[in-house]
């Protein structure tokens, strides 16, 4: 019969196979992670996709060739609520934009989160003036995203997440070497982009629109007697002189042979000498000027207070979801022109209206103490309309086979409102820069659906809750005590 072991060679035995457990658990642990890192596959089990990017950003994403910065301005321990959630829905799509870049060498996508406040050297660094934006950087191309711009929103309430239209759009807009470019123009008396008064300078406006990563430019049609060919988008700034025939024509060649882009912002009083223009896309241009007695349509100032009317127009879409309304100067009437030729494919929409009490006065020039007058005056009822849209889409046989932009013409019936005193006010820089995108074709029409925002509501009756308290403060621990007892008793016996 063998000697038995020593206590000493019995501990030495134990504590070795407790080094072995423990190096064979850590082994196991290390493998696993690098397995995690290096073989990494991942599941989205959630009922709207939330956590996966769609088949068409992917698709850019692969071919991204320069990296890209995401700053974003949003904070979490913000006291606003809908900052709050628009963090933790930009963190969460972010993460999968850096996920999908991972193994691109050469574009990936990578984030960073500033506190304007806290880190405000570094925020004056990257010329960011506000908080609650989104900052897309690729090389010297960067490009804005305001917090409006990621939400569909219907009666003051969000019912979809469009983040990642958005911020696919604005990856590929920064990764492209060419800048799309607007151009202002002049020789008539128009605003000017190098004025910094508050009453017709554009220098705030020029500010945001190259923010944006637009180019902007001044042309002179007298003198170039040509449209550059590199022309997204022709803005006329409330001229205040009338454009010569060989111009008007200068310009309708260029909507109708090249599909070209224009915003015409006409202050009331000085006619444009556009009128072939207007009804070749069914605008008709009123030499009036509104009035609006009540209270909701114009304030002590004099400005119109103009609410948008077509919901579905990407121009107005968020201004009728968030129910806010513009802030006009003087304005005349710009509408869709009854007299119009019948083309299928021509789409004139009434964006912008006054209240019902309004009227356009034709004898604004002699009056000072403006009065209706039925048979001579434009009347209101129902509403007069201040901005109007129209867009010519190509024929279904071309549309089916070929992708053809459209011409596209928006009419203003105001100019002061874009100038450095009243871009500032709500809604009218947002709505500029809607029609700016739209014209410019900025928000690339991408197969990516929003994502519904799903809510959770859970209704207790003030009995349930007092159930509720009582399970939370006496049943779990009482639960919990209850099976300690059972397991000390069990190892007792």
Not at 252 to 262: F, I, K
Not at 372 to 391: C, F, H, K, N, Q
């Amino acid at each position: 019969m063998g000697k038995p072991p020593s206590f000493r060679s019995v501990r030495w035995t134990r504590t070795l196979n407790l080094l072995a457990q423990a190096v064979l658990f850590v082994t196991l642990f290390a493998g696993l992670n690098y397995l995690a890192v290096h073989y990494a596959w991942r599941f989205d089990l959630t009922e709207n996709r939330s956590h996966s990017l769609s088949p068409e950003t992917l698709a850019y994403l692969k071919n991204l060739k320069e990296p890209v910065r995401v700053i974003v301005t949003l904070t979490a321990s913000s006291d606003n609520d809908d900052v709050v959630q628009a963090y933790r829905d930009v963190s969460g799509l972010l993460r999968e934009y850096g996920f999908a870049t991972a193994g691109n060498e050469g574009g990936k996508i990578t984030t960073e989160f500033i506190d304007v406040y806290q880190r405000r050297r570094d925020a004056e660094a990257l010329a960011i003036e506000q908080p609650n934006t989104l900052l897309v950087l690729c090389g010297d191309q960067r490009r804005v995203v305001q917090l409006d711009e990621l939400y569909e929103v219907k009666n003051q309430e969000k019912q979809a997440f469009r983040g990642e239209r958005v911020l696919t759009a604005a990856i590929l807009d920064v990764s492209s070497p060419v800048r799309k470019k607007i151009y202002f123009l002049t020789g008539h008396g128009e605003m000017a982009l190098d004025d910094v008064s508050p009453d017709r300078g554009l220098s705030a406006l020029e500010a945001e629109l190259k923010a944006r990563n637009f180019a902007v430019e001044p042309l002179d049609l007298a003198l170039n007697r040509k449209i550059p060919d590199d022309a997204a988008v022709i803005v006329i700034a409330g001229p205040q002189g009338r454009f010569d025939a060989a111009e008007e024509e200068l310009l309708r060649q260029y909507m109708s042979n090249r599909a070209g882009r224009v915003l015409a912002l006409l202050a009331p009083g000085y006619p444009p000498g556009l009128d072939d223009l207007f009804y070749d896309w069914g605008v008709l241009v009123d030499d009036v000027l509104i009035y609006d007695r009540s209270a909701a349509g114009q304030n002590e100032t004099g400005d119109l207070i103009l609410p948008a009317l077509e919901k579905d127009h990407p121009l107005t879409s968020s201004l009728v979801g968030y129910k806010i309304p513009l802030r006009f100067g003087p304005s005349r009437s710009v509408r869709p022109d009854p007299g119009r030729t019948l083309d299928p494919n021509l789409v004139v929409t009434p964006l912008v209206a006054t209240s019902d009490r309004a009227w356009g006065e034709r004898n604004y020039r002699e009056r000072v103490t403006p009065v209706y007058d039925p048979g001579v005056d434009l009347p209101g009822s129902p509403r007069l309309i201040v901005v109007t849209a129209s867009e010519r889409l190509p024929s279904r046989k071309i549309a089916t086979t070929f992708s053809v932009p459209s011409g596209r013409l928006v009419a203003y019936g105001s100019a002061d409102w874009i100038a450095n005193g009243r871009l500032g006010v709500i809604g009218n820089l947002s709505f500029f820069l809607s029609a700016i995108n739209w014209t410019a074709d900025r928000d690339i029409d991408f197969n990516v659906p929003a994502r519904p925002i799903t809510k959770f509501q859970l209704a207790l009756s003030q009995e349930q809750l007092q159930r509720l308290r009582y399970s939370l403060v006496f049943a779990l621990p009482g639960l919990a005590a209850l099976l300690g007892l059972v397991v000390y008793w069990t190892r007792r016996n």
